[in-house]
């Protein structure tokens, strides 16, 4: 299998990026971030690309592949305001998806949302989240997950005290419905994409489960 990882520069993509290049199952992982990976591998193409609602000039970044995992994103903290969190979390993976759809067609896209996230929510974070699964549903058949904590790799992104309590998260660990480990969602697109899961939502329980199922990494 062939997969392109967006946001491989972040927590959770970060983690995602290593399980793809561990695993049995993917022969080549491809990335398209703003800046450099602070992370190498065999497997691993590094496309570095500025506009995110612009893909064509790193249109063959999105041909041949079987799946596109989006972990890029950002929290509704840091952005000014619901126009600036939505072009990032909505736009930028719309125009994604439908890039994929014309360069790889019947590849899956798998969308990184959040727990919580709901049409008739009042927090508008989640309201868009949900906006953009819909829409990713709908149009491309995208498969969605919502997972809890990610307990992934160090980002530069995140605030420090979160940075600070992640050892203290781990706690939540043995909760099925709270915890999740970030190279967990790694193995569970992947492995959803060998099985052809299409258009749905994944709690962070299934998540768990869905990765339970994926071969064994190199190590
Ligand atoms: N962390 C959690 O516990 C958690 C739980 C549930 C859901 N999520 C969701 O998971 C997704 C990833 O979260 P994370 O914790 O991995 O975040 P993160 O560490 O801040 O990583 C975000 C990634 O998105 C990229 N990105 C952000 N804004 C961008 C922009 N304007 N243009 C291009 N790239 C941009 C970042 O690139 P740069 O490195 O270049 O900034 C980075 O690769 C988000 O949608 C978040 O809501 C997170």
Redesign the pocket.
């Known amino acids: 299998m062939k997969v392109l990882v967006?946001?491989?520069?972040?927590?959770?993509?970060?983690s995602v990026v290593r399980a793809c290049a561990a695993s049995p199952a993917v022969a080549e992982v491809r990335a398209v971030?703003?800046?450099p990976l602070g992370f190498a591998h065999d497997k691993l193409r590094v496309s570095v690309h500025g506009d995110?609602l612009d893909y064509e000039p790193i249109a063959d970044a999105f041909t041949g592949v079987d799946a596109c995992l989006w972990?890029?994103?950002?929290?509704a903290t840091q952005v000014p305001d619901e126009a600036a969190y939505r072009l990032?979390?909505h736009d930028?993976a719309v125009a994604a998806a439908r890039m994929l759809a014309e360069r790889s067609p019947g590849a899956a896209f798998h969308y990184?949302?959040?727990?919580g996230a709901g049409l008739d929510s009042r927090m508008m974070?989640a309201r868009v989240?949900a906006e953009t699964e819909r829409d990713l549903m709908r149009d491309f058949g995208a498969v969605c997950w919502?997972?809890?904590?990610?307990d992934?790799e160090d980002?530069?992104?995140?605030p420090r005290f979160l940075q600070a309590m992640r050892p203290f998260f781990r706690v939540l660990r043995p909760f099925a419905g709270l915890y999740v480990a970030g190279q967990d969602i790694g193995r569970a697109m992947i492995q959803a994409t060998a099985e052809g899961q299409r258009a749905r939502i994944i709690g962070n329980r299934e998540l768990r489960q869905i990765a339970s199922r994926a071969p064994a990494s190199a190590a």
Do not use: D
């Not at 967006?6 to 993509?13: D, L, N, S």
């Not at 919502?146 to 990610?150: D, G, T």
């Open positions: 967006f946001g491989a520069t972040g927590g959770a993509g970060g971030a703003r800046r995110f972990c890029l994103g950002i929290s990032i979390t930028f990184v949302s959040g727990q974070w989240k919502r997972p809890a904590f990610i992934g980002s530069p992104n995140a």
